[in-house]
């Protein structure tokens, strides 16, 4: 049974930083291309980041410079770290393994930026 743990959201001020965590099992973990979305009400949901199995990653635009995913094979963890939040960033987040055959979801971490 595929089990996806978010955590670390919350809510921040504007120019804060938040760092979102994903605990995957039930997966060959380190052959899965990890990623985070996201969705705020009224939109579709999103790509955020990406991150490879060898550790190549992909970014939106809206988020380049301020986010970075990472990954821990070890731990079977994926992690994104976001800087210099706005007040758009404000969505539930979630993450996908993906390996082109199965994709999974999690239940989703709210992140909420106001002041």
């Known amino acids: 049974q595929v089990q996806l743990v978010e955590s670390g959201g919350g809510l921040v001020q504007p120019g804060g930083s938040l760092r979102l965590s994903c605990a995957a099992s039930?997966?060959?973990?380190?052959?899965?291309?990890m990623a985070w979305y996201r969705q705020a009400p009224g939109t579709q949901r999103e790509l955020v980041a990406s991150?490879?199995?060898?550790?190549?990653?992909n970014y939106a635009d809206s988020v380049k410079g301020r986010f970075t995913i990472s990954r821990d094979n070890a731990k079977n963890t994926v992690h994104l770290q976001m800087n210099s939040l706005k007040p758009e960033d404000t969505a539930v987040y979630y993450c996908n393994p993906n390996n082109g055959k199965y994709t999974y979801w999690g239940q989703g971490t709210q992140v909420t930026v106001s002041s």
């Open positions: 039930g997966i060959i973990f380190n052959i899965y291309r």
């Open positions: 991150i490879t199995s060898s550790g190549s990653t």
